[in-house]
DNA sequence: GATGAATGAGTGTTCATTCAT
DNA sequence: TATGAATGAACACTCATTCAT
């Protein structure tokens, strides 16, 4: 049911999956308690298939934002991370905290190594093509970089400078001239 | 007392503060749920003794990063940073993880801002006197990349690259010929 | 739910507020814990239902007491009085016993002067009809008997004269002949 | 030790058995709370014994009330529990909240009995001497009385009209012209 | 499919009591 | 005699989960 899982994800995505109550949920999506018990088998498995869902949505795009120039393709990636980080930070914030429960929750493992595999190999073939030195590390420092960058926006929300961060990155890895 | 102390720092720093009962704590002390309110007035009460003890035991070595050169006292501090991360995952993954529940516990803003402009303010000076283009962004950039690093590392531990990631940095940051 | 009320009135009106445990009520309705707090919002909640239905079944009646000779009305409350302490004499108790934590709950207050402001000024106006010498002073010495004969009979229950008190009563404030 | 029962008498008396604490006990008089059982087997013993010594107090007075004149013993014995309630409110505050605990503190059962016949009695011999017409009956009107006007008195303090209603119970038993 | 009454294990916290010192 | 660290059972309250309807 969308209902719920809207319900379920803007709520734990905001407070937390131990601050968050399956009453409070079913109160938000307009239900009963006992009806989530229909569509989940618990609410870790809410959890579960908020959380794939959620991956799943996120990754339909990536498609869009390849060109046929490296740079701009690079620059795409990095924009549509500034914007998606601007447009659904909640999103963000739950992948981020989920992380750190990795062992309560098996199904967070996959999502992490994915995540990480993913953009990661990405990067390095890009960097790669745009003859960057040791497109390996900087690919890894790269992916670091963006971990890290969106938990300081998570954290310090307006106060943090996004825009001048976003623009700083396009600059130094799409418009510089490498070193030859 | 310490025993109580490191059981509530392991636990809080794995599990996060929510998902870590009292009772749990006491169980891994060694000693009675009652007792620990002759130490704490309340759970909350210990997470803040707790962070506050670390932050102390942390910050004290920062003076002797210092060096005449200061491409070695970035060499120092990224040392220092890396052998932090492998010495003391638990000090990071607790501020981490707590820097998550900001609008709950009024401290750990403190701690937080304290953690951030510390390295920030002092990094961009550092980069001003490498002569690196743009020292502003490039601090905040780095302190970004100190978080996503460990971030990173805290959450795949073993199978992350984390003396490859150190070299790279320094190599980086520290031994490149700039631009001139 | 009525099965949780009769047994939180009983044992609070027997062992006072703080005595009462709400394990204790919950065992004596034969129900869960967990289930009073699906009707009662906490424990204060549910004495404070519990005070507000009871005054409401116990003030009904009162109309029915009035008639044309004052001397009639006062007999009949004076007989109101004592049939009521000793069909629900839990009701008195519980009152009584609330009465002492008037700091405490907020609403026990308005419940005391209703109870107080609503025999004496009514008691009075009789008094003064009957032309009993110092009708307010009289009054007040009632209901503080009244209150002093119910604290008295709860205490001792079956030792205590009831019934010959009701006839002292009645004899000596709705037979004798007053002096002129 | 006079510091521990003081401490506790006073408390006790205004915050209720149930509400004061050991511990509170201890820290208002200046020991440890382990030295408190040294002194007294539990906190249940411990009440006992403060409400025997209390009683004991009480009742070494009640000689120095008689006179030769019975209308003066009973105007003595009047002012002397309105002196009384004014003078330890505690006391009789702590003395009518016990009463109601009778099922689960034994001995209130004896002190409550004692008092009550203990004035009963007498007051009724001395209305005896003083020919008032059914002098039993009368005698336990008056203590019942006593009871309600403590009662109301402790319950809205300042506000009781204390003065007033002494003076009008001289009058009305003390002065008044019997009818022959 | 949908409800919500009901449960029971769990939460943080308090406190009378014990005991080694 | 005196302490206070330590205990464990109790407290009010929460909540994921079940189930008769």
Redesign the pocket.
């Known amino acids: 049911?969308k209902k719920i899982m809207d319900a379920a994800f803007s709520l734990i995505a905001s407070q937390g999956y131990?601050?968050?109550?399956?009453?409070?949920?079913?109160r938000e999506a307009?239900?009963?308690?006992?009806?989530?018990?229909?569509?989940?088998?618990?609410?870790?498995?809410?959890l579960e298939k908020l959380v794939k869902g959620a991956m799943n949505e996120g990754d339909k795009v990536i498609g869009e934002l390849l060109s046929d120039d490296p740079k701009v393709t690079l620059q795409n990636i990095i924009k549509w991370f500034f914007k998606q980080l601007r447009e659904r930070p909640e999103y963000w914030r739950l992948m981020t905290v989920l992380t750190f429960r990795i062992d309560k929750f098996a199904f967070v493992h996959d999502m992490a190594t994915h995540k990480m595999k993913g953009y990661t190999s990405f990067l390095k073939e890009l960097l790669e093509k745009i003859n960057f030195p040791n497109p390996a590390g900087e690919a890894k420092l790269m992916a670091a970089l963006f971990d890290g960058i969106a938990i300081q926006y998570l954290v310090i929300k307006e106060d943090y400078p996004l825009a001048e961060m976003e623009n700083f990155l396009i600059k130094k890895y799409c418009k510089k001239k490498l070193i030859a």
């Open positions: 049911m131990d601050a968050t109550s399956i009453a409070q949920i079913a307009g239900v009963s308690k006992g009806l989530m018990y229909n569509y989940f088998d618990s609410k870790e498995d809410l």
